[in-house]
């Protein structure tokens, strides 16, 4: 059964998880053999989470929810460019019923410094990942300033203008209001989510 909850109060749900992770007073809720037991039956998770396949990034953790409570993809770089990827999200939010979508980049984002660096890669498939994070690279060109840095927004940026667009199911869901997509930026230093797109 899809959560009733809003996308706003999806929002807050997280911004506030988040305040308790960096305070050091976390509620580590839904983490009980109850919680294991009532998800086996179904899922429906207020919230998705498009982040980084950075080990030091963990959504559940940094954002302080439990079993259930969000629809995490974690992909290098946080791309939304490939099928599967967009596959889902489609999943999440059309079938699942998630009424939030997050873009979650962060601080100090190897496969940003890899990019940035540039250069061919050993793999194809490495090669791959760099140019669906070129895009990002290009908008800050001759910006002034720390470039990884840069570019780490630019790319959520980049990646919650293309989700808005992505068609049939994500646009059409935005278009109706059943979807609100955000961006949002992790520091590892402080261990803040800062909301930027």
């Given at each position: 059964?899809?959560?009733?909850?809003?996308?706003?109060?999806?929002?807050?749900?997280?911004m506030e998880?988040?305040?308790?992770?960096?305070?050091?007073?976390?509620?580590?809720?839904?983490?009980?053999?109850?919680?294991?037991l009532?998800v086996?039956?179904g899922?429906?998770?207020?919230?998705?989470?498009?982040?980084?396949a950075?080990?030091?990034?963990?959504?559940?953790?940094i954002f302080d929810?439990?079993?259930?409570?969000?629809?995490?993809?974690?992909?290098?770089?946080?791309?939304?460019?490939?099928?599967?990827?967009?596959?889902g999200?489609?999943f999440?939010?059309a079938?699942?019923?998630?009424?939030?979508?997050v873009v979650l980049g962060?601080?100090?984002?190897?496969a940003?410094?890899?990019?940035?660096?540039?250069g061919?890669?050993?793999?194809t498939h490495?090669?791959?990942?760099?140019t669906?994070l070129?895009?990002?690279?290009?908008?800050?060109?001759?910006?002034?300033?720390d470039?990884?840095?840069?570019?780490?927004?630019?790319?959520?940026?980049?990646t919650v203008?293309l989700l808005?667009?992505?068609?049939?199911?994500?646009a059409?869901?935005?278009?109706?209001?059943?979807?609100?997509?955000?961006?949002?930026?992790?520091?590892l230093?402080?261990?803040?989510?800062?909301?930027?797109?």
């Amino acid at each position: 059964m899809p959560t009733t909850m809003s996308a706003d109060a999806a929002l807050e749900a997280l911004m506030e998880g988040n305040k308790r992770f960096v305070s050091g007073a976390m509620n580590h809720p839904h983490q009980s053999v109850k919680r294991r037991l009532e998800v086996a039956q179904g899922q429906d998770p207020f919230a998705i989470i498009l982040c980084c396949a950075d080990s030091r990034i963990g959504p559940e953790v940094i954002f302080d929810q439990g079993l259930g409570d969000i629809f995490v993809i974690r992909v290098a770089g946080n791309v939304a460019a490939d099928p599967t990827i967009i596959a889902g999200i489609e999943f999440a939010s059309a079938v699942v019923g998630a009424p939030l979508l997050v873009v979650l980049g962060h601080q100090y984002c190897g496969a940003i410094q890899v990019a940035v660096a540039g250069g061919e890669q050993p793999s194809t498939h490495l090669n791959q990942l760099m140019t669906a994070l070129e895009p990002a690279i290009t908008r800050i060109k001759d910006q002034p300033g720390d470039t990884v840095d840069l570019a780490i927004t630019a790319n959520v940026h980049h990646t919650v203008e293309l989700l808005h667009s992505c068609q049939p199911i994500i646009a059409d869901l935005v278009q109706k209001g059943a979807l609100k997509i955000v961006g949002g930026r992790y520091s590892l230093d402080t261990g803040e989510v800062e909301l930027i797109a």
